[in-house]
């Protein structure tokens, strides 16, 4: 997934940022190490409606397109940069989940085949 840094990230309802941005990308990157078979990435950033009681929300969303199923993750907080961080935490530990899974996949099937000999 080696592509413009800036072409995947949406701004609705928020001034673009450059620092922002620059996080979000240094934050996609990162997310490489984890998943390699990453194919596109979208970050969509966004305030979406005052609320009363609440005030000001944010709302940060990672779409991932992996090889097998898509993964969508969303968080939502006061400040834009905490929901920045959760999201990317979030599809952290998604993608490292699901790494091991399929190493976990992996090492059965080898197991397995090595009893039957």
Same mark, same amino acid.
């Given at each position: 997934m080696k592509s413009a840094p800036y072409?995947?990230?949406?701004?609705?309802?928020?001034?673009?940022?450059?620092?922002?941005?620059?996080?979000? #990308?240094?934050?996609?990157?990162?997310?490489?190490?984890?998943?390699?078979? =990453? =194919?596109? #990435?979208?970050?969509?950033?966004?305030?979406?409606?005052?609320?009363?009681h609440k005030g000001k929300q944010y709302k940060a969303s990672v779409e991932l397109a992996v090889s097998g199923n898509p993964v969508t993750i969303s968080n939502e907080s006061d400040s834009i940069h905490r929901a920045v961080n959760g999201a990317f935490d979030s599809a952290e530990r998604c993608l490292k989940e699901r790494g091991g899974r399929r190493k976990s996949r992996r090492y059965q099937?080898?197991?397995?085949?090595?009893?039957?000999?």
């Open positions: 072409d995947n990230i949406v701004f609705r309802d928020i001034d673009k940022s450059a620092s922002l941005a620059d996080t979000v #990308s240094k934050k996609l990157n990162k997310l490489e190490r984890y998943c390699g078979d =990453i =194919i596109r #990435s979208r970050v969509v950033l966004e305030a979406p409606h005052q609320h009363k099937t080898a197991v397995v085949d090595s009893e039957i000999e």
